[in-house]
């Protein structure tokens, strides 16, 4: 067996996404997710110009040979554009192989470690009431563990709140990527939020109890100490993880969070390689990796990293927004299902549109995750779908402080 295609495709069902299609001699087809919000051309551009080429005539069934290849070959390594690019190809090639061994690609992961994965709900809210709302509305929808985010008196736009209902009537996913030729500018001020939030948690706790599992993403928008004070301040509330608390590119800067709070720290969905996150992971300055498989260069790297975080009792926390596609969530599910050390698994059902051009295999019940028994991914590519929806140029926020300053993001 040879491969004897491969294609890019870029569609907007809802959002942009990119997709490749590898096709061997024998008529297997394989489908990876290269989605990069806001960066999607860069990536297809790089499949089309300097990878599919690279393909042709290939075995699919060498995975791992394949992935060194156009890591290593390439000499410029890394990042995320390289990275989502060699996830594609790796996802593609694992879903071929599910395919000719007729088996889901949990399975030829060593088979499944639990019988779902377990997943957390977003629930956001502009006042109290609406954020009480939002969470009864993800306890009824079958969730178990809750993401909390909220307005911030004096902060008019802020990050993870559901502005409003999507026009088709679906529930809102929390997209912030702004269809047209320039971002959205957002406005932040850290010390209005550091004493907001663990209000809203006191209110939380007190009106759900102590036993629901929470989260918080902070987006990365502190600095080590100013993290370090929400973490400590948040402690009486139990969270079960306290996300991107600090940009973690200084992996050093996580040490000085760990000394002052013992909150759970979940990191690394803007991450793309081992080299990000390894000293994160063996100093235990983290208790979960955020990884997306999309972003980390596929199944076969992030399954490394998972079983070298197993040494050191970091559990698996997957990022799983609607901006990585079926595809991309499906490649990250099987190896979920499959590791010892999971943890828990973001989940935000994509749109009709998105379930048109993309069709998945997966249940979720109860709270809990489970790709299905489909050989290969169990996601099908509708091309003639994906055809009516042309890319549409969208661009993330950015933010700025009161005096003008652009800040994270």
């Given at each position: 067996?040879?491969?004897?295609?491969?294609?890019?495709?870029?569609?907007s069902?809802?959002?942009?996404?990119?997709?490749?299609?590898?096709?061997?001699?024998?008529?297997?087809?394989?489908?990876?997710?290269?989605?990069?919000?806001?960066?999607?051309?860069?990536?297809?551009?790089?499949?089309?110009?300097?990878?599919?080429?690279?393909?042709?005539?290939?075995?699919?069934?060498?995975?791992?040979?394949?992935?060194?290849?156009?890591?290593?070959a390439?000499?410029?390594?890394?990042?995320?554009?390289?990275?989502?690019?060699?996830?594609?190809?790796?996802m593609?090639?694992?879903?071929?192989?599910?395919?000719?061994?007729?088996?889901?690609?949990?399975?030829?992961?060593?088979?499944?470690?639990?019988?779902?994965?377990?997943?957390?709900?977003?629930?956001?809210?502009?006042?109290?009431?609406?954020?009480?709302?939002s969470?009864?509305?993800?306890?009824?929808l079958?969730?178990?563990?809750?993401?909390?985010?909220?307005?911030?008196?004096?902060?008019?736009?802020?990050?993870?709140?559901?502005?409003?209902?999507?026009?088709?009537?679906?529930?809102?996913?929390?997209?912030?990527?702004?269809?047209g030729?320039?971002?959205?500018?957002?406005?932040?001020?850290?010390?209005?939020?550091?004493?907001?939030?663990?209000?809203?948690?006191?209110?939380?706790?007190?009106?759900?109890?102590?036993e629901?599992?929470?989260?918080?993403?902070?987006?990365?928008?502190?600095?080590?100490?100013?993290?370090?004070?929400?973490?400590?301040?948040?402690?009486?509330?139990?969270?079960?993880?306290?996300?991107?608390?600090?940009?973690?590119?200084?992996?050093?800067?996580?040490?000085?969070?760990?000394?002052?709070?013992?909150?759970?720290?979940?990191?690394?969905?803007?991450?793309?390689?081992?080299?990000?996150?390894?000293?994160?992971?063996?100093?235990?300055?983290?208790d979960?990796?955020?990884?997306?498989?999309?972003h980390?260069g596929?199944i076969?790297?992030?399954?490394?990293?998972?079983?070298?975080?197993?040494?050191?009792?970091?559990?698996?926390?997957?990022?799983?927004?609607?901006?990585?596609?079926?595809?991309?969530?499906?490649?990250?599910?099987?190896?979920?299902?499959?590791?010892?050390?999971?943890?828990?698994?973001?989940?935000?059902?994509?749109?009709?549109?998105?379930?048109?051009?993309?069709?998945?295999?997966?249940?979720?019940?109860?709270?809990?995750?489970?790709?299905?028994?489909?050989?290969?991914?169990?996601?099908?590519?509708?091309?003639?779908?994906?055809?009516?929806?042309?890319?549409?140029?969208?661009?993330?926020?950015?933010?700025?402080?009161?005096?003008?300053?652009?800040?994270?993001?």
């Amino acid at each position: 067996m040879r491969i004897e295609k491969a294609e890019v495709f870029v569609t907007s069902p809802s959002r942009n996404f990119v997709t490749l299609r590898i096709t061997t001699d024998d008529g297997v087809t394989g489908i990876g997710d290269a989605t990069l919000n806001g960066r999607e051309l860069a990536v297809a551009a790089y499949l089309k110009e300097h990878v599919c080429q690279l393909l042709l005539d290939k075995d699919p069934s060498t995975i791992e040979d394949t992935w060194q290849f156009l890591y290593r070959a390439s000499y410029w390594r890394r990042g995320p554009v390289t990275m989502a690019a060699i996830a594609a190809v790796d996802m593609a090639l694992w879903d071929i192989k599910g395919k000719v061994a007729g088996l889901p690609v949990y399975q030829l992961l060593g088979g499944a470690s639990r019988r779902g994965c377990r997943a957390y709900g977003h629930a956001s809210g502009r006042d109290l009431e609406h954020l009480f709302d939002s969470i009864r509305e993800e306890l009824d929808l079958g969730y178990k563990s809750i993401r909390v985010q909220t307005s911030v008196p004096g902060i008019e736009k802020l990050y993870g709140v559901a502005a409003q209902e999507q026009s088709t009537g679906e529930r809102y996913d929390f997209e912030p990527a702004n269809r047209g030729t320039q971002p959205v500018e957002e406005d932040w001020d850290t010390r209005a939020y550091l004493r907001h939030v663990p209000t809203v948690f006191e209110a939380v706790r007190n009106e759900f109890g102590p036993e629901l599992p929470l989260l918080h993403d902070g987006h990365h928008r502190m600095t080590p100490r100013e993290a370090a004070q929400l973490g400590k301040s948040l402690e009486p509330f139990d969270l079960y993880w306290l996300e991107d608390c600090t940009p973690a590119e200084s992996q050093e800067a996580l040490r000085l969070v760990r000394q002052h709070t013992t909150t759970p720290l979940a990191i690394g969905e803007v991450f793309n390689s081992v080299y990000d996150i390894k000293d994160l992971i063996q100093e235990q300055l983290i208790d979960f990796v955020r990884c997306a498989s999309t972003h980390f260069g596929g199944i076969t790297p992030l399954r490394k990293v998972m079983n070298f975080a197993e040494m050191y009792q970091v559990r698996s926390g997957f990022h799983g927004p609607t901006d990585v596609s079926p595809i991309g969530f499906a490649a990250q599910l099987h190896l979920g299902l499959s590791i010892h050390n999971y943890g828990l698994q973001e989940y935000m059902p994509h749109s009709r549109l998105t379930r048109e051009v993309f069709h998945e295999g997966l249940t979720f019940e109860n709270g809990y995750l489970h790709p299905g028994d489909t050989p290969g991914l169990g996601v099908e590519f509708d091309e003639t779908a994906a055809g009516r929806f042309p890319y549409d140029q969208a661009y993330l926020p950015y933010n700025r402080l009161a005096d003008g300053t652009v800040h994270n993001w």
